[in-house]
């Protein structure tokens, strides 16, 4: 079974500061990763992902991903955070049946003047 | 373009009755999928369907039956509606292939009272 692991449901950053969310996978196969965002009252949008090849992956608004397969993780991160950031943010894993997605337990993120 | 289409957006329902969530899409995709999502507990896989004719079942499929007749539709019913079955839910699409982004629709926010 595949799983993913998102640590912190709640993160706040200052504007301006570094964003870091955290996400860990758990698979038996080599996973398919994505992370998506949730603004409110809305559905879900698609930041990045993770099949083959380049480990660091760039997705919009800036946000950018590493796979680790050492660590077996796949961090989201943004340099510099904005207002218009805040938001819950999923971390995501298939093996590509059906692009059934397994969602991690999401991380709101709060950003601060 | 309108993509992902989720009819209600917000429904009460008394404790067993029945209702239809509708969902649409006019990418012309063969992957749809149904979730729940819950406070804390991220998004978990109703039902899912790789073509029209085809369905299975998701991590949490009891009290939910989905058909395909077409690949455009795909529609959840709620049999005998719980209050355990209080839940925001999105239905997604995607192309086959490599594995490829989801799309959500808006969300129906569903109580059961």
């Known amino acids: 079974a595949q799983s993913v692991t998102q640590l912190g449901s709640h993160v706040s950053v200052s504007e301006g500061a570094l964003v870091l969310l955290r996400c860990n996978y758990s698979?038996?196969?080599?996973?398919?990763l994505f992370w998506y965002v949730q603004y409110p009252n809305q559905g879900l949008q698609l930041l990045l992902k993770y099949t083959t090849g380049a480990t660091l992956v760039k997705g919009i608004n800036g946000f950018e991903a590493e796979f680790k397969k050492s660590e077996t993780s796949f961090h989201l991160t943004k340099p510099s955070a904005h207002m218009s950031d805040a938001a819950e943010y999923f971390c995501a894993v298939t093996r590509g049946e059906g692009n059934k997605l397994t969602f991690g337990t999401g991380t709101q993120l709060k950003v601060e003047l | 373009n309108a993509g992902v289409t989720q009819t209600p957006k917000f429904q009460v329902l008394k404790t067993g009755q029945s209702m239809t969530l509708q969902c649409a899409q006019d990418?012309?995709?063969?992957?749809m999928s149904w979730y729940r999502q819950d406070p804390g507990m991220g998004l978990r896989l109703i039902h899912y369907?790789?073509?029209?004719?085809?369905?299975d079942q998701g991590e949490v499929p009891n009290g939910y039956n989905v058909s395909r007749s077409t690949t455009e539709d795909f529609p959840l019913r709620l049999l005998s509606a719980a209050p355990s079955q209080t839940s925001v839910y999105f239905c997604?699409?995607?192309?086959?292939?490599?594995?490829?982004?989801?799309?959500f629709g808006q969300g129906t926010r569903l109580t059961v009272v």
């Open positions: 997604a699409s995607s192309s086959t292939g490599m594995i490829t982004e989801a799309f």
């Open positions: 698979s038996s196969v080599p996973p398919y």
């Open positions: 990418m012309n995709h063969e992957y």
């Open positions: 369907s790789v073509g029209a004719g085809i369905t």
